[in-house]
């Protein structure tokens, strides 16, 4: 670094230097004070960045568990879907056993139904009520 305090001691025997100097110590005084600027900003950029980084994390504390939390109903929903299709399946299959035996009823009734006329045609009539 240079000491420009050494340099203007032997310098402000010339005349011509000493504004020279006053220039170069100036400027040396604006470059500390734009160097302490740029430390202090670049000290709250990292404040910053450690609150957004602490409110990411936050988020992430909260969005993480919501995740889990779908992939677990999507599990569930896949279970049920698959549950509902069974169900669906063995619905059918009692709906047609179910229309196999209303056919049946149905023959039956119709090849009785005979039977039944003729049988209550030979039955003698009621006695008239007093």
Partial sequence: MIHIEHYHDHACEHAACCPILAAISDLK????QSLDDIKREVGETKAQNAQIIAAITGLLGVVQPLIEAN???KVA???AQAALAASAADTAAIEAELA???SELDATQAAVQPAVEA????LPPAP???
């Fill in 29 to 32: 005084g604006t470059i500390m």
């Fill in 100 to 102: 196999t035996a209303a």
């Fill in 77 to 79: 929903l896949e279970a």
């Fill in 119 to 122: 049988a209550l045609a030979a």
């Fill in 128 to 130: 008239p009520v007093p």
């Fill in 71 to 73: 992939a677990a109903a």
